[in-house]
Nanobody, 120 residues
Framework: QVQLVESGGGLVQAGGSLRLSCAAS????????MGWYRQAPDKQRELVAT??????SDYADSVKGRFTISRDNANLVYLQMNSLKPEDTAVYYC???????????????WGQGTQVTVSS
């Protein structure tokens, strides 16, 4: 089981920046991909950015050029958010895809979410 703890959310004015962090802990064989998702009020959760264990990244079109996902080590991931817009306001969730100990079967875990609010 993987536990994910996010931090770094808050209130920022449009055009500002925030950096989200997500740390993974627990008992597992290996964490593979990690990513950030967000959910705005009355909307479905959507992908923001993902990063593989090897460092390959992918972004939603709406954040390309403004957000950067990075991985400090196998269990720590960041989301640098620049040029924030009011439409970026949402709860941001970290997700980890991992392999269980012994069976090596795959599973996913989600963090509790961190609120990002961008004022106009």
């Amino acid at each position: 089981q993987v536990q994910l703890v996010e931090s770094g959310g808050g209130l920022v004015q449009a055009g500002g920046s925030l950096r989200l962090s997500c740390a993974a802990s627990g008992r597992f064989f290996r964490i593979n991909g990690m990513g950030w998702y967000r959910q705005a009020p009355d909307k479905q959760r959507e992908l923001v950015a993902t990063i593989s264990r090897g460092g390959s990244s992918d972004y939603a079109d709406s954040v390309k050029g403004r957000f950067t996902i990075s991985r400090d080590n196998a269990n720590l991931v960041y989301l640098q958010m620049n040029s924030l817009k009011p439409e970026d306001t949402a709860v941001y969730y970290c997700k980890a895809d991992y392999q269980r100990i012994l069976t090596l079967s795959t599973a996913s875990s989600w963090g509790q979410g961190t609120q990002v609010t961008v004022s106009s």
